[in-house]
């Protein structure tokens, strides 16, 4: 069984910097990490390094790992490394602990801007961790585009694929 990363919370970031993650992730973690056993704790990756985002990425470890392979079986040259850098170098490999918190470095934190509170928002195969400013400044600026566009999300999905 396969869960996705789906809704949006904002949870509280502690003078540790110790975050919740929101339940409902913290069972697709557990089903996207292979080493995690009932009753254990899930791990998964935080990728910081990904262009052009003011956000963090969080994926399972199965997606991480997914995503490595893809990087691995590139040719040597100069994106392989630029996905290696972005992907792999900038990236952390974390664990919940038994209240289902992780710890955000102070490096992190202020990389990315976030203090107090942390928006989390599911995107399918991962999630992103946001400052709330930032993530409703995002989500009017997408909002803004489909209105200019006149685009319908659901008629976009369900539209023929195009030289497939």
Avoid at 31 to 43: C, F, K, M, Q, R
Avoid at 85 to 109: E, I, W
Avoid at 118 to 127: L, Q
Wanted: overall charge negative.
């Amino acid at each position: 069984m396969e869960l996705r990363f789906r809704g949006e919370s904002v949870h509280r970031v502690d003078a540790k910097g110790r975050v919740s993650v929101p339940a409902s992730f913290r069972r697709v973690l557990e089903l996207g990490d292979p080493d995690w056993v009932e009753g254990g704790n899930p791990s998964f990756v935080l990728i910081y390094g990904l262009d052009g985002t003011t956000c963090l990425n969080g994926y399972t470890k199965r997606e991480a790992d997914r995503l490595g392979e893809k990087i691995a079986n590139m040719p040597y040259g100069t994106m392989r490394k630029r996905m290696e850098r972005r992907l792999m170098t900038q990236s952390a490999y974390l664990t919940l602990d038994d209240n289902g918190r992780f710890v955000l470095s102070q490096a992190l934190r202020d990389q990315f801007g976030i203090t107090d509170e942390a928006k989390f928002a599911g995107m399918n195969e991962k999630f992103e961790i946001w400052t709330p400013a930032a993530f409703e400044a995002d989500q009017a600026l997408l909002d803004a585009e489909d209105d200019a566009q006149g685009i319908n999300l659901l008629e976009a999905l369900n539209a023929p694929r195009q030289g497939v």
